[in-house]
């Protein structure tokens, strides 16, 4: 018998899952497969080898654990799911859904647990192959083939063949990336578990090393063993939410895994592209262009876990961080900077420099002296390294005053070699410590703001007269010190901190006023205010549409005046997807987003400010998600101009940086595409489509928010939602500090976030927040012509339909059906499937694709394989549902209810409801 879940989703019927495993009985033949089939046969060998080896380990480590049937229950189950998906018309599905059932509680566990860890091992494998690939291509395609909206020399090429080499380069000089991290709760994973994934990832890497014998191999199969042994032991489950400062710790880690060398890393990429043989002899280039942000202890918007303590804790966590990994590269300079002042003159500046510091330090200063004789460099760096601890340790004698003047060192230092004729040595890794000091200065990451208007207006209301507010949302103190906290973090690492003050539902100028008055009355005068940029969050359909007016009347007041004249008329403004989403549904949503986009740049233009607009980005399609670059080729003319600032939130930011190599190419397709995006010809292109199809996104717009209106308005949908979907157990998850609604019961969908939202209809296959409305608005317009000349010249519509169709392909129809037969409405379920018929035909017809992902090789063949193992999952976890949602009494009574013994009592149900809802969003690498 084969070790279930152990063949590699694309293993070919009749292959041993691992050396010396005999080929499973019943195993379906390749004639009897369809689109899966069709997939499999894409799969890399070396993919198909890493997913074989980890899952024939995690098959010995099943059969180790010792629970008699264990192995050959999640064989069969693996067996029928697979034969489900090869044989649709088959009883394949309703004989695994009679398994399932059969399923002690225990025994429901493992099998979830054993599926869980199966995608654990397999996302391993084909992140392994994504980095294979970014590494047996790097440097192998010619420049003249490369797309210029997938690398940053392309775009640059491309870019001064339009603008000319001087604009060009000024353009260049002004790019910005600012990627945000939130703590949203999207993150599924134990970081327990992510831990155990983080060391299995370096040894699997380092199987790629030729330089292995065999006796290294064995010795690395035998600690991959061991590995996953403690992953299939450690616990799914969090015994408790995460705390805020957990989460802080959580990005802090990926900071020191990935993010703390990977932008130094693209600047060097750009810039050996820039200069060719030059560089690093020459001044670099390519700018320091990204700047880090984060919510993530400062994003206090429904999280009564985030208080001002939290705040300041965040910030000097953060700032610990950053200064501990400037300090650690400074010494590395140093340690390697053994040039020899006879061959390497210190200029007089360098020499200024080298006798302050002994001035300022005498002893450091004689120690390094002693360390590198002759060698004033090296010393001059390795005084300065002592005094990043310094500042570190708060040692206000040697600490530097901010990163300005640590910036103005360097420089010397730089400038010293350089004239001196060490180029390399002036623009090898003393240049990379430049570029991450002046990425994370000394604060790592800006970190944001965020509260809701309502809480501010209720406190002024209360400072005026405690008795008038009777229940304040948030304690008035509370809010009052959120200010004195950001002064607090601006008077202790710098105003570039913590500057950014986010208020969530603006509807009005009055709401920016309110935290500008907040601020005057925590500190007491205007004087002692905290420097505040407050930027206004535009979330609703109605507010995307009102939001030039608010902006408008914004200018009228006095601090936001102020501010402007200090910052050269420069401001922000957030862009909201979830709720807009949630609001009116996707395309809808989609399309007042883009309007609201153009009439903000159109806004700005009128006013002379220059506005950058912050993207409230999730994962899930439904918020947002999909491929960042193509997102930002479809913006509207002039609205990126350069600048390109987004949230990442959960899952996306282990997705995205979690891997340097994967990090690497992230962020150089983003800067690639903010480049192009200002580009005349892309510019035109955009504008050009956007008149010419006008019309068609007007009727798609009233038609698909119609069609949505229908379902979410209809009576007692939000109960209706509750029960055919785990939206109310996901609050039992544990995956973050802020609770996932605002305080209001099921029977409003307002209060409900977009997490929850999103997560709940893609634990249910369903993924209706990705699709919905498209279908009926494309089936109104009915002229497929129009409708596929669209999809060629208008990339707004480009980029819905590919974020639609990879919505489909992971949505399940036969699944789905269950789900939503848990429900008593089946007008509410008919509605919901034939809007998913209706969509999947039109999307196929504009694509002129024969099945969903057709043109998506890489995506394609991910989803196919993966979900019929999520279907195993699924099953369990209806099981689960049903159990919980049936009768009191009435559990357990029947195999469509929960199964005889295997029903279990409520606790034994929510338990394995909640390693389902873990397993399902490791499966399809998706939560919110």
């Known amino acids: 018998m084969s070790q279930a879940p152990t063949r590699s989703a694309g293993q070919p019927a009749g ?15 390749p004639a009897g497969q369809h689109t899966r089939g069709a997939a499999r046969h894409e799969i890399p060998e070396a993919m198909r080898r890493d997913v074989r080896l980890l899952g024939g380990l995690l098959g010995r480590v099943l059969t180790e654990y010792g629970h008699d049937g264990l192995f050959e229950d999640v064989e069969e189950l693996r067996e029928l799911v697979i034969a489900a998906v090869d044989d649709p018309a088959g009883d394949h599905l309703a004989r695994a859904e009679e398994l399932v059932a059969r399923f002690t509680p225990a025994r429901a566990e493992e099998v979830a647990r054993a599926f869980t860890c199966y995608f654990h091992l397999s996302n391993l494998a084909e992140e392994q192959h994504r980095v294979r690939t970014l590494r047996g291509r790097d440097g192998s395609v010619p420049l003249a083939e490369q797309r210029p909206a997938d690398s940053v020399a392309a775009a640059y090429a491309h870019l001064a063949a339009e603008v000319g080499e001087e604009e060009a380069a000024r353009r260049l000089g002004e790019l910005r990336f600012h990627p945000v991290l939130t703590a949203h709760p999207t993150e599924a994973r134990r970081n327990a578990v992510a831990g155990s994934l983080r060391r299995l990832a370096t040894l699997l890497d380092d199987r790629d090393d030729p330089r292995l014998g065999a006796g290294a191999l064995a010795a690395n199969e035998r600690e991959l063993l061991a590995e996953i042994d403690v992953l299939w032991r450690t616990a799914q489950l969090r015994p408790a939410n995460p705390s805020p400062l957990d989460e802080v710790r959580t990005s802090l880690a990926v900071f020191d895994a990935s993010l703390s060398e990977v932008f130094a890393e693209v600047y060097r990429r750009m810039d050996d592209w820039l200069q060719g043989p030059e560089a690093g002899h020459t001044p670099p280039r390519a700018p320091a262009f990204v700047r880090l942000g984060t919510w993530i202890g400062g994003d206090r918007d429904g999280n009564p876990n985030v208080t001002a303590a939290i705040t300041r804790q965040a910030a000097g966590q953060a700032a610990e961080r950053v200064l501990l990994a400037l300090e650690r590269t400074a010494r590395a300079v140093a340690v390697g900077l053994t040039v020899e002042d006879r061959f390497a003159p210190p200029s007089e500046a360098l020499a200024g420099l080298w006798a302050r510091q002994r001035q300022l ?39 530097y005053a901010g990163p ?41 990451a800006e970190l944001e703001v965020r509260q809701h208007a309502k809480v501010h207006s209720q406190t002024l209301a209360w400072a005026a007269d405690p008795a008038a507010v009777e229940k304040p949302a948030v304690p008035p103190e509370e809010v009052l010190d959120t200010f004195r906290a950001v002064a607090a973090v601006q ?31 925590a500190a007491g005068s205007p004087e ?23 902006l408008t009347e914004m200018l009228q007041l006095p601090a936001v005046q102020r501010r402007l004249d200090q910052t050269g008329r420069r401001m922000e403004v957030m862009l909201g997807y979830s709720d807009s989403a949630k609001d009116v549904g996707p395309v809808a949503a989609t399309l007042a987003l883009y309007e609201a986009q153009e009439r903000i740049t159109a806004w700005a233009a009128a006013n002379d400010v220059v506005v950058t607009q912050f993207h409230g980005r999730g994962g899930a399609l439904g918020r947002g998600g999909g491929p960042a670059n193509r997102a930002i080729l479809a913006q509207p003319p002039g609205s990126v101009d350069l600048r390109f600032k987004v949230t990442e939130q959960g899952e996306v930011i282990t997705a995205r940086y979690g891997n340097p190599a994967i990090a690497v190419r992230h962020v150089e397709q983003v800067a690639a595409a903010t480049l192009m995006a200002s580009a005349p010809s892309t510019e035109q292109r955009n504008a050009d489509a956007a008149r010419r199809y006008a019309d068609l996104a007007g009727r798609l717009d009233e038609v698909s928010r119609a069609r949505f209106y229908q379902l979410v308005r209809a009576e007692g949908f939000p109960a209706w939602f509750a029960q055919v979907t785990p939206q109310e157990e996901i609050g039992d998850l544990a995956i973050g500090s802020r609770p996932a609604r605002r305080g209001l019961s099921v029977e409003s969908l307002e209060d409900l976030r ?16 990705g699709w919905f409305g498209l279908g009926t608005a494309l089936d109104r317009v009915g002229d497929l012509a129009l409708l596929r000349r669209a999809y060629a010249e208008w990339p707004l519509l480009t980029t819905m339909i590919d974020n639609v169709e990879m919505s489909l392909a992971k949505t399940d129809r036969r699944i789905a059906e269950r789900y939503l ?23 196929l017809a504009i694509t002129g694709h024969a099945r969903l992902l057709e043109g998506h090789r890489v995506l394609g063949r991910a989803v196919q394989m993966r979900n019929p193992y999520v279907d195993a999952l699924s099953l369990l976890q209806l099981r689960a549902l049903r159990a919980l949602r049936a009768p009191a009494g009435a559990a357990g009574t029947t195999a469509a209810g929960g199964g005889g013994e295997a029903g279990g009592d409520g606790a034994d149900a929510r338990t ?11 499966g399809l690498q998706n939560t919110g």
């Open 754 to 769: 977009a997490i929850p939202w999103n997560f709940a209809w893609t634990q249910a296959r369903i993924n209706l927040t």
């Open 491 to 521: 008077q202790r690492h710098g105003v570039e901190a913590c500057r950014r003050y986010i208020v969530s539902f603006t509807q009005s100028a009055q709401n920016i006023a309110d935290v500008y008055a907040l601020a005057e009355l």
């Open 404 to 444: 300005t003047e640590l910036r103005a060192e360097l420089g010397t230092v730089q400038d010293s070699l350089a004239a001196a004729g060490a180029a390399r040595a002036a623009f090898g890794e003393l240049q990379r410590l430049i570029w991450q000091l002046d990425t994370f200065g000394f604060h790592l």
């Open 361 to 399: 330090a005498p002893e450091l200063a004689a120690q390094a002296a002693a360390a590198s004789p002759g060698e004033t460099h090296r010393s001059v760096l390795l005084v300065l390294a002592e005094r990043i601890g310094a500042t570190r340790r708060r040692d206000a004698d040697l600490a």
């Open 15 to 29: 292959e041993p899952t691992s050396p010396g495993q005999p080929t499973p009985a019943g195993q379906p033949t």
């Open 821 to 843: 037969a848990l429900g008593d409405r089946p007008d509410l379920a008919d509605l919901v499937l034939a809007e998913l018929d209706l969509t999947t035909h039109w999307v």
């Open 528 to 550: 002692a205010a905290p420097v505040l940029d407050v930027i206004p969050l535009f979330e609703t359909f109605d507010d995307l549409r009102a939001a030039p007016q608010v």
């Open 912 to 922: 394995l409801l909640l390693l389902t809802l873990k397993g399902v969003a490791a």
